[in-house]
């Protein structure tokens, strides 16, 4: 049964667009949340994260947000680069503290065309 | 800081082969975490450690097995090599004030044959 769900496998946008990575969770003991972004070959790494107690958390393009009503959050890219283009995770953690656990969706792969 | 690394890049063993799969941190983090990546899905967690002498099971630990002498080294064995073992494999480890933002070694790719 999947906790974390990012029900886009792949997305495709062009340079300087928005791109928006969406992420559904189905335990409501989740409390914090994280994207990382992984090239190929490469461990992934950290991008951005929101604790649930948050709606919005910003950090340059990046920005994610989380509805907690309808367990769902979404990161967007503003403006895409070619050099976002990997494959983003998203993560939850419903440990608040304990030994620090995620658990991860399948990923969604961005593609910035030029 | 080297950060997390893990030994080796690439390995080819046989069906029954057994390995030791390294990975080492130089962050004095206390947390670490085993994890295989296989094709198209999520990072799954095989085994987790909260500091030297301590490990536990995580979502995916048959076929596995994990000891933690050290802070810096947390190496996950295989005993007999199965297919299914096919995958990437990724440590990573935290601390308590980085909450849950886990630092990853760049993987092993594992090939049972």
């Known amino acids: 049964d999947q906790q974390v769900k990012q029900n886009s496998p792949s997305l495709s946008v062009q340079e300087g667009r928005i791109s928006i990575l969406n992420c559904d969770y189905t335990?409501?003991?989740?409390?914090?949340f994280l994207w990382y972004k992984k090239y190929p070959a490469e461990g992934p790494t950290f991008l951005i994260s929101i604790s649930s107690i948050k709606d919005k958390n910003e950090d340059g393009r990046f920005t994610v947000f989380l509805n907690k009503s309808a367990k769902h959050l979404s990161l967007h890219i503003v403006p895409s680069q070619p050099g976002d283009s990997a494959v983003y995770f998203c993560?939850?953690?419903?440990?608040?503290?304990?030994?620090?656990?995620?658990?991860f969706g399948k990923g969604t792969l961005l593609t910035v065309n030029p | 800081n080297a950060g997390v690394t893990q030994t080796p890049k690439f390995r080819i063993l046989k069906i029954g082969q057994s390995m030791t799969l390294q990975c080492a941190q130089d962050m004095n983090h206390n947390y670490m975490y085993w994890y295989r990546q296989d094709p198209g899905m999520g990072l799954k967690l095989i085994y987790y450690s909260v500091g030297a002498g301590i490990t536990d099971k995580g979502e995916v630990p048959n076929g596995y097995n994990v000891s933690r002498s050290t802070t810096e080294d947390f190496p996950l064995r295989l005993e007999l090599a199965a297919p299914s073992q096919t995958s990437v494999y990724f440590c990573?480890?935290?601390?308590?004030?980085?909450?849950?933002?886990?630092?990853f070694g760049p993987g092993t790719r594992l090939l049972v044959l």
């Open positions: 993560a939850a953690s419903a440990d608040g503290g304990s030994n620090y656990k995620l658990t």
């Open positions: 335990n409501s003991m989740f409390d914090y």
């Open positions: 990573a480890s935290t601390d308590p004030g980085l909450r849950e933002t886990q630092y």
